[in-house]
């Protein structure tokens, strides 16, 4: 059981590196004026995401054929063995020339995540984690911050157009009055791996979906930082409102952001 895990944690690291050698080489070689298509209000698409989540599928279901593969472009099954694919995470970012997205790669059996991959392409940064393993960047052990002066933190708060802008602002109006350094990057993937090596105390958004955060989760969980239960009920197929950030924050930032309140602290 541990052999094949391992098997394809190797696997899920050589093929994020390969989508990202792909990406990075679109990013730079791709015209700024050009337009991106629309998925919906301020929801981009290029064609290299599809590209990209291609290349991931194609390569993990040649290792794994009886596996099966979700990615936020094409869609899929979700079987007992799945993979869990952001191609692009912060594709309003690569369409404009901000080089600031990643490649998220998750791997679920039984509905629980046991592989996290995050590749923030533009600076060739790989984010790990194996359940019970713990998380690394670049092959280096990372934690959390441990910050626990609320006053001190940054907080990312994510958007997207698929919720009214009302919560949002009056979730960022909370944050606030909390004292926290409010930002928003535009990768959901990167601000929760941000969280993983203490760049920043806290990620929260109100409704993300499942490929955006899984491989992120569990690079927090395994850097000694709380998350909120993403899967409970269909998180995993509708998504759900996200939280991940350093145990000595968990108070005020469920507080502050609604979000996780009923999950007991780690
Ligand atoms: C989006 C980004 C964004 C987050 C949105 C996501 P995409 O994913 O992660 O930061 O706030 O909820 O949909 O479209 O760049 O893959």
């Not at 626990?148 to 606030?176: C, D, F, H």
Request: with cysteine; aromatic share 8%; net charge negative.
């Amino acid at each position: 059981m541990q052999d094949d895990l391992n098997t394809r944690f190797e696997a899920a690291c050589a093929v994020a590196r390969e989508a990202g050698a792909l990406a990075r080489q679109r990013f730079l070689e791709r015209p700024r004026s050009q337009q991106a298509d629309m998925k919906g209000p301020q929801d981009f698409l290029t064609a290299t995401d599809s590209e990209v989540e291609e290349l991931i599928r194609s390569r993990l279901l040649a290792l794994f054929p009886q596996d099966s593969f979700f990615g936020e472009e094409g869609g899929g099954s979700f079987e007992r063995d799945v993979w869990v694919v952001d191609p692009i995470d912060g594709t309003a970012n690569f369409a404009r020339g901000i080089p600031h997205f990643a490649v998220s790669i998750a791997f679920l059996r039984d509905e629980r995540v046991e592989i996290g991959v995050v590749l923030d392409v533009m600076h060739d940064e790989l984010y790990t984690a194996r359940r019970g393993g713990g998380a690394t960047l670049n092959g280096k052990p990372i934690r959390v911050s441990g910050l626990a002066n609320i006053r001190q933190a940054t907080v990312e708060a994510g958007w997207s157009a698929r919720l009214p802008s009302e919560p949002y602002l009056a979730m960022v109006e909370r944050l606030k009055q909390t004292g926290v350094n409010v930002r928003r990057g535009g990768s959901g993937t990167l601000g929760i791996v941000y969280v993983a090596d203490g760049r920043i105390d806290a990620y929260c958004e109100l409704h993300i979906n499942a490929w955006d955060v899984l491989a992120g989760l569990l690079i927090v969980e395994e850097a000694g930082g709380w998350t909120n239960d993403f899967l409970a009920g269909d998180g995993l197929r509708r998504g759900n409102p996200v939280l991940a950030c350093t145990p000595e924050l968990v108070g005020p930032v469920t507080a502050a952001t609604g979000i996780g309140i009923g999950k007991a602290a780690a």
